[in-house]
């Protein structure tokens, strides 16, 4: 899971982004050499659909301020009558995407010592694939839980399943869970000090025997499970360095040939479970920045490198045949950052068609989710208790724009993982039941399967994503309403249980 910020993501379609910080915080003018240029353009997400459209940038500026055109005929930028000397209009408007991929350019804002870019992207015509098959699989994966904590533990460089306080699971763990309503388990998976030296990076028997075994119980209580590589690439800490692979090599290529390796074996030791059993590549890869690092200025070096480890991880399952010739594969990307994924993961090639799936994570705000930094989310909630943003408007934003690059075109999305920590008061609980419910129905109403996160601490704050016993299956403090809620959001159909019905039920 993440522990840090997560990436705002922009509203769907078409937005309006800030990809460049103002280059001058204390700067001068002309006329006054102590003036601090205030630019202020609102608002700065926009929304459209693949047809065009039209929308007003208005911008509140105390300097005088010259606006670009794009270079691409299909953006232009016409102004519009001044309301007063320190405000300025324009109208941004597209014509029709005729392609299936998104566009985009930029348009630049300029006044003395200042400048600030503002991207502009269009969606793309839907391909025609089947939009409906794609939700169809979110809701065989139906609400999903995270065995969080467990074989993705680790100290001092080896995993360990108990070393971060859970006993280890159980088959009447699996069972209890399935009998929740409960449909899928995702099991995170570190593979540190269980990976031999090159060149053969042979994996320890015991280790992926205990995976195996975790697996079965899965299968025998009729769950779909999705395995990984997780902690094996946090922070670029270790074997999974996208920071180094993206500036040398001959490191990229060690890493391809360990990643290749060690996922040939795994797909080799599973490849004739059916297809209740999903392979994902890996798990918030980044170069310790959470998507705030060198991504955003390496001229995508860390993009391109991340789409070839993914590639790899591919080609290296497919090619053990067996049920992995047409096994369901999960693809993540940049820090499994939705709106990064978006915009800069290239799903690869696959000698089958149908079987890719997208994987990202959901903890906006992460200041309320991860941290409990605020006790209340969402419209009801008190100015002074909750995020400044991240609201259920931000939910639809996010997860519109996933529909629309990839389950509009046939690709099924599933947000690996998600959730939101206990809460000491009732009050704040309220809170958390409602945002839980909240995602867990957009979720469902934009196709996808979320996975809650649990890592198993049965307190509360920072941290405390606790709803079940990993070992026993037995519910820690108020898990059951939680589970409940949740499996409810996700597969009720009654006509009047709708997203703008739990909006209406907050707090």
């Known amino acids: 899971m993440t522990t840090s910020p997560t990436i705002q993501n922009a509203r769907p379609i078409i ?7 103002m280059l001058l915080i204390h700067g001068c003018s002309e006329d006054d050499p102590l003036l601090t240029p205030e630019v202020v353009p609102t608002p700065t997400e926009f929304s459209f659909p693949h047809d065009g459209g039209t929308e007003t940038l208005t911008i509140r500026t105390n300097i005088p301020l010259e606006i670009s055109s794009p270079n691409d005929a299909w953006c232009t930028v016409t102004p519009m009558e001044a309301k007063s000397s320190e405000e300025q209009q324009y109208s941004i408007s597209t014509t029709p995407n005729e392609n299936e991929e998104v566009r985009q350019t930029k348009i630049t804002l300029l006044g003395h010592q200042y400048a600030r870019d503002l991207v502009v992207q269009q969606a793309g015509q839907p391909s025609g694939q089947n939009a409906e098959a794609a939700m169809a699989f979110a809701r065989h994966l139906g609400m999903g839980w995270n065995l969080g904590n467990q074989l993705d533990a680790w100290s001092n460089g080896v995993a360990n399943e108990t ?12 069972d209890k869970i399935a009998a929740t309503g409960i449909r899928s388990v995702r099991i ?10 090159a060149p ?9 025997n205990r995976v195996a075994e975790v697996v079965d119980y899965a299968e025998t209580a009729g769950l779909n499970a999705i395995i990984n590589i997780h902690h094996d690439g946090a922070d670029s800490k270790h074997w ?12 990229n290529q060690q890493i391809k040939d360990q990643l290749g390796a060690v996922w040939t074996q795994i797909a080799e030791k599973f490849r004739d479970k059916d297809h209740f059993l999903i392979f994902e590549a890996m798990n918030e890869i980044h170069d310790g920045g959470w998507g705030w690092g060198a991504n955003l200025t390496d001229n995508g070096k860390q993009y391109t490198v991340l789409n070839e480890w993914n590639q790899v991880f591919v080609d290296a399952v497919r090619a053990t045949g067996g049920l992995n010739s047409d096994r369901y594969l999960g693809i993540p990307g940049y820090v499994t950052s939705p709106n990064l994924t978006i915009h800069h993961m290239k799903l690869p090639s696959d000698a089958v068609n149908n079987r890719l ?13 991860i941290e409990d930094k605020y006790s209340e989310w969402g419209h009801t909630a008190a100015a002074d208790k909750k995020a400044e943003s991240g609201d259920e408007a931000h939910v639809r934003e996010i997860f519109s724009q996933l529909k629309n690059k990839y389950i509009d075109r046939g690709i099924p999305v599933y947000i690996g993982e998600m ?27 934009y196709g996808m399967a979320p996975f809650y ?37 996700v597969t009720n159909d009654d006509p009047t249980y709708t997203l703008e019905a739990v909006y209406e039920s907050a707090p």
């Open 15 to 21: 937005s309006v982004l800030l990809v460049a910080a």
């Open 163 to 174: 070393i971060w306080g859970n006993a280890a699971t159980t088959q009447e763990a699996f």
């Open 188 to 197: 995170p998976i570190t593979w540190l000090g269980h990976i031999g030296p």
């Open 200 to 208: 053969d990076y042979i994996l320890a028997t015991a280790w992926l």
């Open 240 to 251: 999974l360095n996208i920071k180094e692979a993206a500036t040398n090599a001959e490191v």
């Open 357 to 369: 799936l997208v994987s990202v994570h959901y903890y906006d705000p992460h200041e309320y989710a």
């Open 419 to 445: 959730g939101s920590v206990h809460r000491s008061t009732k009050r704040a609980e309220d809170f958390r039941k409602y945002y839980l419910e909240y995602i867990c129905k957009a979720a469902r109403t």
């Open 453 to 489: 996160w649990d890592n198993g601490s049965p307190d509360t704050g920072k941290e405390c994503f606790g709803i079940i016993n990993h070992t026993t299956g037995n519910f820690i403090n108020n898990g059951q309403e939680i589970v409940e809620l949740m499996v409810r959001a």
